[in-house]
C-alpha cells in the first residue's frame, strides 16, 4: 500500500475522508460481516499511521468551500478536500479529480503517480 510511507512523504488525510471510508465499511457489514471486520482492522491501521495529520474543518475552509460552490457545484466531501488542500498548500490526491478541476489545487492521481 502506498500510503504505508505517509509519514516520510508529509501525507496527510482529510477527516472527511475517514467518514467515507466508515460508510463504505457500514455498507459491506451488511452483504459480508467477515469483511467488514478485515476493512475495520485496515481502517484503524490508516487511522494510526496518520494520526495527528489527519485534517479536520475550521471556519477558513469552510469560507472557501462556499465561495467555490458560488462559482461551480462540486460535491461537498469533493469541495471541501480541495479547499482544505488549498487553503494549507497542500496538493490533493483523488480519483475525481474532474470534480476539482480549476479550483486552484493541484492534483496527484493516486493509482498513477507515486510521491517520492
Known amino acids: 500500500m502506498?500510503?504505508?510511507?505517509?509519514?516520510?512523504?508529509?501525507?496527510?488525510?482529510n477527516a472527511l475522508t475517514l467518514g467515507e471510508i466508515r460508510e463504505s465499511?457500514?455498507?459491506?457489514?451488511?452483504r459480508d460481516p467477515v469483511r467488514a471486520i478485515v476493512l475495520e482492522t485496515w481502517l484503524s491501521e490508516v487511522t494510526k499511521v496518520f494520526g495527528s495529520r489527519v485534517l479536520t474543518m475550521d471556519a477558513a475552509r469552510a469560507t472557501a468551500r462556499g465561495r467555490m460552490a458560488a462559482v461551480r457545484t462540486v460535491p461537498t466531501s469533493d469541495a471541501l478536500s480541495a479547499v482544505t488542500a488549498r487553503v494549507l498548500g497542500l496538493a490533493l490526491v483523488t480519483r475525481n479529480a474532474?470534480?476539482?478541476e480549476?479550483?486552484?489545487?493541484?492534483?496527484?492521481?493516486?493509482?498513477?503517480?507515486?510521491?517520492?
Open 25 to 30: 465499511i457500514e455498507g459491506v457489514r451488511q
Open 98 to 100: 474532474a470534480d476539482v
Open 2 to 13: 502506498w500510503w504505508v510511507g505517509a509519514a516520510n512523504w508529509g501525507l496527510f488525510l
Open 102 to 116: 480549476g479550483q486552484g489545487v493541484p492534483v496527484l492521481y493516486p493509482f498513477v503517480v507515486t510521491p517520492r
